[in-house]
C-alpha cells in the first residue's frame, strides 16, 4: 500500500514538471549568456598606438602549469616611443592542453594576454587547436573578459585605505544595486575598496545575526 | 574482522576452499559498466545472482597527480587538483591551497577563509545533489524515474555552478583558490543570486524526496543494504557521511575547525543502521545544512582582503626547504587530506613529496567487506550510496 | 478462400497499423518524458520531431550486424523476430470496434494470455544465445518474472471471464455495454482488478517499476546488450508493441472497449483514444518510479498479487451466482 501511495506522490512530481519549462538551452542556436569572468580562449592585445603589448617577457611561458605557451622575442627600437623593448617573434598556445587556470593572464605585467568570452571554435585537426600568433591577434576582435593581469592583481591586492569610503562597514554585495543577471559591469574596478579595521567591526554584528 | 563482517581473506571467501560444485560465475563489473561512476571494475563471484566474493579493481583513471605536483611548484600545483575529485572541485583546491599555506605559514585573511566556508559549503549542495542523481539513476536506470531525478538534481546543481562562474569564470576549473587566499572576489549582487537559488532548492527539495529517498522504493532498496558497522568503518578509515551514517559523531567541520566553521555552528547530522538508506539520510540532512550555513555566512561575510600572501607573480615565488603539513578539511565526501613534505623542486620551490589522502578510496576498500552476500542489483546501490569519485581514487 | 483474403487483408492492416503506431508511441514517450524532465525531447527531425521515429529506424537498418564470439547464431537470429511475432500475433483477436475485429475467437482472451506467456521463450532465447553473462542474467530475470506475473495477470482476466461469462474479448465488451464497465461496475472489486491487472502488465512488459531482465543500471541492457542493428530495434518494437497491445487489451476487458462513457459516441475513437492513454501512463509511471530487486518483486508478486487477485476471483463467482443470476 505505500508502494502505491508514494508511487502516486512521484507521479504527482514528475506531473507537475510537465508544466515547468524546459530548462535546455540548444546550444548552437540559443547561446547561453556568458558571465564577465567567463575563461575560454585568448587573445594578444595592442596598445592605443597599435603597439603589441607582449613584449615577451616570458612570464606567462613560465608559470604555465601545462607548459604550452612557447614564444621568441627580439629587442628592436619601438617606432611610437623610440625605446628599446622586446617584439614577438613567435608565440603559440597550444590549446590541446590548457585547463584554463587563468595564470598566465594574471602574471602578465603588460596586459597583453587576455581570455576570450567565446569559446574557441573546435577543429578537423590538431593544429586548429594550436592559437598562433596571428590567431591570438586576430582574436582582439572577439568580445573578451573582463580579466587583465592587472586587474586580477588589484583584486588580490590588500584592501587600500579609503578615507572617503570610512564610514560604510556595510558588507559591500548587499548594498551594490546591479541587476542580477550582469553580475560585474566590465569595467567594475575589485570590489570590496573598504577600510582594514571593518575586517574586525564588520562581522561583529553578523555573528550575532547568525542563529 | 568481525561475525557479520568476516571479511575478504578470511576462509569463507577462499575460493579454494569453495565447493567445487557450487557453479559459481565470475562477472566484471565494469570498468566500462553504466553504473561503476566512472572506471572501475569489481570482479564479482558470482553464486546465481548472489555475490560470494567481490575483487575492487581501482586505477583506471590514474593520471599521476601527486608526481605531477612534484614536478609542479607550490604556485603551479592548485589548479592541478581542480580534476581529482571533479563532483568537487572547490573543496580540492581548498585542500590543497590549505596545505601549502601551512608549510609556507601564510596567514589567510578572514574575508577569504568565509568565501572558501561559503564556496566550499555550495560545492557540497552541488556534489550531494549530484550524488542524490545517480543513486537514484543506479536505482531507476537510465531510462525511468532514476533519470528524472538525475535530471532534476542536474538542473539544479547547474544554478550552483553558475554561481561559481559569476565568481571565477570558470563552471570546473576553478582555480580561485591561491596560496593565502582567494583569486576572485565576490562580485556585487552575488548574494542576492546566491538566496535565489538556494531558495529554488530548498523548495523543491521535497519534490527529489518524493521521488527518491522518501519513496518506498527506495527505502526497500536500500534498508539493510550493504550494512557498514561502526567497528568496520572506523578500522578501514571512513570519513565523512558514511562515517556518520555508521553512527560515529565525527566532523572535522566542527571537531578540527578550519576555514570559518569555528565561528558558525554545524549540525553534524548522523545515523545509526550504516545502510545504504542511512548514508541516503546523512547526506540530504546535509544538503539542508549547508544551506543553512550558506545562508549565515553570506550574512556574516566580512570585509577586507581576500589575499595574505602575494598574487602569484612568477612559479618560485614560495619558497621552503624545511617542514611538513597535513591539513584534513571535510569534503562532501569525507576527510581529504593533504600531505606535503618541503623541499623538491628548484630550491625548495616545490613539495618534495605530495600525499593527497582521498576519502573515496577509503570508502572503496569497504566493498569487499560489504558486498558478499548481496545480489548484482545491491551492488549497484551500494556502490552508489559510498559515493565513490574515480578520479579522486585514481588520481 | 474468402476468409484466407480477408485475413490476409486485416492481417496486414494490424501489422502497418500497429508498427505505426508503436513508432509515434515511442515518439510520443520520448516527448512525454522530455517535458516531465524539463528537457525538450527530439525536434530536429520533421517538426516536433516527428519524424524522428523514422530516422531511428533508418539508423538501425545501417547498423553492422555482430555477432558475440560463441553466439548460437540460429537463436540469436531468432529471439528478436519471434519477440515481434508474438506481440503482434496477440493484437489478432483484440476487437477495436463492434466490426474491427482480425479474429473473433470464442477463446480470445486464452489465446492473448497464451501468447503472452510464449514471450517469455524468445526472451530467454535471446539471453542465453548472446553468450553474455549480463545478458544471460537478464534472460534469467525474465523467466522468473514472466512466469511469476503471469499467475496474477490470468487470475485478474480471470476475474473478467466469470463475471461476463465468455472468454470471448468482444463478449466481454458487449456485456460491459449492457452491465457497465468492470473497472467501474461491482464498485470496489473492479477497480482493484484493474490495478493488479495493469501491475502484472507492467511486469510482463519489462517495464519500470518491474523492469529487471534489462535493468540498465546493473545489467548493461539485459538481454539487448549484444544486439546491434535491427535486431535490437526489433527486440525494442516488440517490447513497445507488447505494451501497446497490453493496453489495448487492458482497455477491452476492463474500461470497456469501444464503448464512450455513458454510451456516447461509442467506436472506434474510443478504443484508441483509452489504449493511447493506458500506453502513455504506463511511460509516465516508467519515467516516475525507481525499480524493484528481483527478491522484491518475487515477494511482491506471491504474497499480496496472487492472493488478492485469487480473493477477487471468489467474489466474482460469488456475485455472479447470488447478484447477477
Ligand atoms: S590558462 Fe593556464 S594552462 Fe592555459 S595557457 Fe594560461 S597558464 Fe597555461
Ligand atoms: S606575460 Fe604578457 S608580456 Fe610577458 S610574454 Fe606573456 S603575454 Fe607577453
Known sequence: MGYLLDSIRALGVTAKNIGRKPVTVQFPKVIRERQERYRTSFALLKDEQGEERCVGCLACERICPSQIIHMSSTKKESPVTGKKRGYLDDFTLDMTACIFCELCVQVCPFDAIVMLKVPHEPGYVREDLVLTMAKLYENAEKPLTWGNGTKLMEMQEPPKPAPAQAAAPVPAPAAAPVPAAVPVPAAAPAPAPVPVPASAAAAEPAKTEAP | MNARHPGPTSDRYRLEQMDADADLMVLNFGPQHPSTHGVFRIKLILDGEVVVRAIPYAGYLHRGVEKLLERLTFAQGVPIVDKNDYVAPMTNEQALVMAFEKLLKIEVPRRARWMRTIFAELQRIASHMLWLGTFALDMGGALGGGSGVFIYTFRERDYILDLFEMVTGGRFHYNTHTIGGNRHDIPPGWDREVTKVLDLIESRLPEYEAMSSNNAIFVARTKGVGVIDKELALGLGLTGPILRASGVDFDLRRDAPYHAYDELKVNVATATAGDCQARAQVRVAELRDSIRLVRQGLAGLPEGGINGGKPIKMPQQFKTMTGQAYVGIDTPRGELGTFVVAGGGDKGTAPYRCKIRAPSLHALSALPWILPGHTVSDVVVILGSLDPIMGEVDR | ?325
Open chain 3, 1 to 325: 478462400m474468402q476468409g484466407l483474403l480477408r485475413g490476409l487483408v486485416y492481417g496486414g492492416l494490424i501489422i502497418t497499423v500497429l508498427m505505426t503506431a508503436t513508432a509515434w508511441g515511442m515518439w510520443l514517450e520520448r516527448k512525454l518524458a522530455a517535458r516531465m524532465q524539463s528537457r525538450i525531447g527530439p525536434n530536429v527531425v520533421g517538426k516536433f520531431g516527428l519524424l524522428q521515429p523514422v530516422a531511428d529506424l533508418m539508423k538501425l537498418l545501417q547498423k553492422e550486424e555482430i555477432y558475440p564470439i560463441g553466439a548460437d547464431r540460429l537463436l540469436f537470429d531468432l529471439a528478436p523476430f519471434l519477440v515481434t511475432t508474438f506481440a503482434i500475433a496477440t493484437a489478432a483477436v483484440v476487437p477495436f470496434s463492434a466490426e474491427a475485429v482480425g479474429a473473433d475467437l470464442d477463446v480470445g482472451l486464452l489465446w492473448v494470455l497464451a501468447l503472452g506467456g510464449l514471450m517469455v521463450i524468445p526472451v530467454w532465447m535471446a539471453g542465453w544465445a548472446s553468450n553474455n553473462k549480463f545478458a544471460l542474467i537478464g534472460g534469467m530475470r525474465a523467466v522468473a518474472q514472466s512466469i511469476s506475473y503471469g499467475v496474477p495477470l490470468v487470475l485478474t482476466s480471470l476475474v473478467a471471464v466469470v463475471f461476463t461469462g465468455t472468454m470471448s474479448l468482444s463478449g466481454i465488451v458487449k456485456f460491459q455495454i449492457e452491465h457497465g464497465w468492470l473497472a467501474l461496475w461491482p464498485p470496489g472489486p473492479g477497480v482493484v482488478a484493474f490495478v493488479l491487472f495493469y501491475m502484472a502488465l507492467l511486469a510482463e512488459s519489462n517495464r519500470i517499476p518491474f523492469d529487471i531482465p534489462e535493468a540498465e543500471s546493473e545489467l548493461v541492457a539485459g538481454i539487448t546488450t549484444e544486439y546491434t542493428g535491427m535486431k535490437f530495434g526489433l527486440l525494442y518494437v516488440g517490447e513497445y508493441v507488447h505494451t501497446m497491445v497490453g493496453s489495448a487489451i487492458a482497455a477491452v476487458i476492463f474500461l470497456g472497449g469501444w464503448d464512450g462513457p455513458f454510451h456516447i459516441a461509442s467506436g472506434l475513437h474510443w478504443m484508441v483514444i483509452k489504449t493511447v492513454a493506458l500506453f502513455a501512463s504506463v511511460y509516465w509511471v516508467r519515467w516516475s518510479l525507481l525499480r524493484f530487486r528481483s527478491d522484491q518483486l518475487m515477494r511482491l508478486c506471491w504474497l499480496y498479487l496472487v492472493p488478492v487477485s485469487l480473493g477477487l476471483v471468489v467474489f466474482a463467482a460469488l456475485w455472479r451466482h447470488f447478484v447477477l443470476r
